[in-house]
């Protein structure tokens, strides 16, 4: 197939390169969800989220730091998972009455 008519490239590579392309923009949208409802948190890395920052200092060294850095309520991912950590015991309080 050619491109633009300069390139010629396999269908089954440009196949390819758009499904990666596509699954890189799903998961940037994906990873948005706390920032789209105004939750303070890191930028998360496609498809890992925060687990680099868990490898790399440990769950509860890397959950302090996030906590001292944004805030009583942070949101993160691991992975694709939306996690929302709460630190305040305070707002864990509920009159569910």
Same mark, same amino acid.
């Given at each position: 197939?050619?491109?633009?008519?300069?390139?010629?490239?396999?269908?089954?590579?440009?196949?390819?390169?758009?499904?990666?392309? *596509?699954?890189?923009?799903?998961?940037?949208? +994906? /990873?948005?969800?706390?920032?789209? &409802?105004?939750?303070?948190? $890191?930028?998360?890395?496609?498809?890992?989220?925060?687990?680099?920052?868990?490898?790399?200092?440990?769950?509860?060294?890397?959950?302090?730091?996030?906590?001292? *850095?944004?805030?009583?309520?942070?949101?993160? +991912? /691991?992975?694709?998972?939306?996690? &929302?950590?709460?630190?305040? $015991?305070?707002?864990?309080?509920?009159?569910?009455?």
């Amino acid at each position: 197939m050619d491109i633009l008519g300069f390139i010629n490239v396999p269908g089954w590579v440009l196949t390819v390169i758009i499904v990666l392309i *596509t699954l890189y923009l799903y998961s940037l949208w +994906y /990873q948005s969800l706390w920032r789209r &409802l105004g939750i303070a948190g $890191p930028r998360p890395i496609p498809f890992l989220g925060v687990l680099p920052l868990y490898m790399k200092q440990g769950i509860a060294k890397g959950d302090l730091q996030l906590v001292k *850095t944004y805030g009583s309520v942070v949101g993160i +991912y /691991q992975g694709h998972l939306p996690v &929302l950590l709460v630190s305040d $015991p305070e707002m864990l309080k509920g009159d569910f009455h």
